[in-house]
Protein backbone atom coordinates (compact mmCIF):
# COMPACT_ATOMS: atom_id res chain seq x y z
CA UNK A 1 0.00 0.00 0.00
CA UNK A 2 1.29 3.62 -1.04
CA UNK A 3 1.92 5.86 2.27
CA UNK A 4 1.35 9.76 0.95
CA UNK A 5 4.40 11.00 2.63
CA UNK A 6 2.50 14.24 3.23
CA UNK A 7 0.00 12.30 5.68
CA UNK A 8 2.98 11.86 7.80
CA UNK A 9 3.81 14.30 10.31
CA UNK A 10 7.64 15.68 9.66
CA UNK A 11 8.99 14.40 12.84
CA UNK A 12 7.88 10.96 11.20
CA UNK A 13 8.54 11.20 7.63
CA UNK A 14 12.60 12.40 8.75
CA UNK A 15 12.73 9.29 10.98
CA UNK A 16 11.68 7.01 8.24
CA UNK A 17 13.83 8.57 5.52
CA UNK A 18 16.97 8.54 8.37
CA UNK A 19 16.22 4.52 8.96
CA UNK A 20 15.79 3.97 5.57
CA UNK A 21 19.35 6.37 4.66
CA UNK A 22 21.35 4.33 7.17
CA UNK A 23 20.22 0.42 6.31
CA UNK A 24 20.32 1.60 2.96
CA UNK A 25 24.27 1.00 2.29
CA UNK A 26 24.21 2.49 -1.05
CA UNK A 27 27.94 3.75 -1.77
CA UNK A 28 28.55 7.28 -2.88
CA UNK A 29 31.78 7.14 -4.90
CA UNK A 30 34.78 8.78 -3.42
CA UNK A 31 33.17 11.68 -2.04
CA UNK A 32 31.61 11.65 1.07
CA UNK A 33 27.86 12.81 1.42
CA UNK A 34 26.70 14.05 4.87
CA UNK A 35 23.82 12.00 6.44
CA UNK A 36 21.58 15.43 6.34
CA UNK A 37 22.71 15.66 2.10
CA UNK A 38 21.38 11.77 1.99
CA UNK A 39 18.12 12.54 3.83
CA UNK A 40 17.51 15.57 1.89
CA UNK A 41 17.63 13.74 -1.82
CA UNK A 42 15.88 11.39 -0.44
CA UNK A 43 13.10 13.60 0.67
CA UNK A 44 13.09 15.72 -2.73
CA UNK A 45 12.77 12.35 -4.43
CA UNK A 46 9.31 12.17 -2.49
CA UNK A 47 8.18 15.03 -3.69
CA UNK A 48 9.34 14.35 -7.11
CA UNK A 49 7.47 11.66 -7.08
CA UNK A 50 10.39 9.09 -8.03
CA UNK A 51 10.03 7.20 -4.75
CA UNK A 52 7.53 6.48 -2.94
CA UNK A 53 6.76 5.16 0.84
CA UNK A 54 5.25 1.99 0.86
CA UNK A 55 3.58 -0.02 3.87
CA UNK A 56 3.90 -3.98 3.74
CA UNK A 57 1.00 -5.41 5.56
CA UNK A 58 2.56 -8.63 5.35
CA UNK A 59 5.41 -7.54 7.24
CA UNK A 60 3.87 -4.73 9.21
CA UNK A 61 6.94 -2.51 7.80
CA UNK A 62 7.42 0.68 5.89
CA UNK A 63 9.97 1.17 3.22
CA UNK A 64 11.15 3.39 0.37
CA UNK A 65 11.29 2.72 -3.29
CA UNK A 66 11.47 3.86 -6.40
CA UNK A 67 8.61 4.51 -7.80
CA UNK A 68 9.47 2.44 -11.18
CA UNK A 69 10.44 -0.39 -9.16
CA UNK A 70 6.98 -0.48 -7.13
CA UNK A 71 5.48 -0.14 -10.61
CA UNK A 72 7.07 -3.47 -11.80
CA UNK A 73 6.50 -4.85 -8.62
CA UNK A 74 2.90 -4.74 -9.07
CA UNK A 75 2.52 -5.65 -12.38
CA UNK A 76 4.23 -8.54 -11.72
CA UNK A 77 1.88 -9.09 -8.75
CA UNK A 78 -1.14 -8.50 -11.34
CA UNK A 79 -0.11 -11.38 -13.78
Do not use: C, R, W
Not at 14 to 27: D, K, P
Not at 36 to 54: F, H
Amino acid sequence: MIIPYQSLPEETLMAVIEAFVLQEGTEYGADDVSLAEKIAAVKQQLINKTAILVFSDLHQTVNILPADQFQQLSETDLN
